[in-house]
């Protein structure tokens, strides 16, 4: 079967003196199980029935996928239970989604990390259940402590009060790292509690992490205090979109969500923040990468789970010629996304869709052949 074109959207820039990995990542794999289409939250007592159902890779997986998905030559470190829940989640990223799994390690013994994620309402609520994996698990064959392979830039999740040594070790290298952040759960707040951030090209919080970590009283302010820390500051706004401020530069740019309607929100953070590196990567000016990371996050919450529901390239060229032929279109709109005309494959080069895996009710209990 043939495949649709595949889009290098760094192509121009390609050296032969290049790194082997566009985008380097290290973290945790969970199974994500997703319940969707129920009407409220679960109630005390009661059994819930949801109306769909779906399975997929989760956590660091839903990242590295956006990123593979956007033709970036993606690595992963990470360790996975030898149960079937580990042999899928490995078999989905290696084989289906061409991610580099060589620093990454199947733990004898050690089960699979899980999330069962129930949307509703446009929202979701989470329920996870792992153990830390062993030691060993963070070694390389030889022995040695792993260390982050060359790559053009890394996407890490910094935490509260703990470095990261990997980060520090990256970026001297060269590497450009981008980084969010989670929920503080200390409620300390304190930017110098992100000690890696110094070694961060960029920090893509949400609006109340932005406000939060710096007392400002709107997110858009909370960005410009952020350039004090880091040279630029991405804060996601919810259904507002999207603001950013470049340091080095003095630009900022702010671009409006796509309105959707959302099945299932899992994941949609990171698919944003796959966009915008990817758009980084490739040089484009600022508004555009803010444009690319709302559009790639907005297609995923239309489907299924968090790794499995990230966008490839058929399906943006897809948005992009129906919006054109909606009557009555805003010409505004249309020249925020103009960019992509050069970028996405045409009609014609499309004999058959790239078959993007979609999470699915159950999963299979052996290796894909």
């Not at 470095?163 to 290298?173: F, L, M, N, S, T």
């Not at 009283?217 to 909370?222: I, L, V």
């Not at 671009?255 to 990567?281: S, Y």
């Not at 279109?329 to 895996?357: G, I, M, N, S």
Request: with cysteine.
């Amino acid at each position: 079967m043939r495949q649709a074109a595949r889009v290098d959207p760094l192509a121009a820039r390609r050296t032969p003196d290049d790194p082997p990995w566009d985008v380097y990542l290290t973290g945790t794999v969970f199974l994500d199980i997703i319940f969707t289409g129920l009407d409220s939250a679960p109630v005390r007592g009661t059994e819930s029935w949801a109306r769909g159902m779906g399975s997929s890779p989760g956590g660091v997986a839903n990242m590295a996928t956006a990123l593979a998905r956007l033709g970036l030559r993606t690595s992963l470190a990470a360790a996975f239970g030898d149960d079937h829940y580990g042999e899928y989640c490995w078999d989905a990223l290696e084989q289906g989604e061409g991610i580099d799994l060589s620093t990454s390690r199947s733990v004898p013994g050690w089960h699979s990390p899980v999330t069962v994620s129930m949307a509703y309402e446009g929202e979701r609520t989470m329920v996870s259940h792992g153990h830390e994996p062993p030691p060993e698990a963070a070694l390389v064959p030889d022995g040695t402590p792993e260390c982050p392979p060359p790559a053009r830039a890394a996407v890490a999740s910094l935490t509260p009060g703990k470095r990261a040594p990997w980060i520090e070790q990256a970026a001297r290298r060269g590497t450009r790292i981008f980084a969010d952040v989670g929920w503080d759960e200390t409620g300390a707040w304190d930017l110098a509690g992100l000690a890696d951030l110094e070694h961060c090209e960029a920090f893509l919080p949400n609006a109340e992490e932005a406000m939060n970590y710096t007392g400002a009283s709107c997110p858009r302010a909370a960005a410009h205090a952020l350039t004090e820390h880091v040279p630029l500051a991405v804060v996601t706004l919810g259904a507002e979109g999207a603001y950013a401020v470049d340091r080095a530069t003095g630009e900022s740019a702010e671009v409006p969500a796509i309105a959707v309607e959302a099945l299932d929100p899992t994941g949609a953070g990171d698919v944003f923040v796959a966009g915008f590196v990817t758009g980084t990567l490739a040089g484009w000016p600022l508004a555009d990468r803010l444009a690319f990371a709302g559009l790639t996050a907005a297609l995923s919450v239309q489907e299924f789970g968090g790794s499995l529901s990230a966008p490839g390239w058929c399906e943006l060229a897809a948005w992009w010629r129906k919006v054109q032929s909606v009557e009555g279109q805003d010409p505004e709109a249309l020249r925020r996304y103009a960019f992509l005309a050069d970028l996405v494959p045409a009609a014609e080069e499309e004999v058959t869709p790239w078959p993007l895996r979609r999470a699915v009710p159950t999963i299979g209990f052996g290796r894909s052949a």
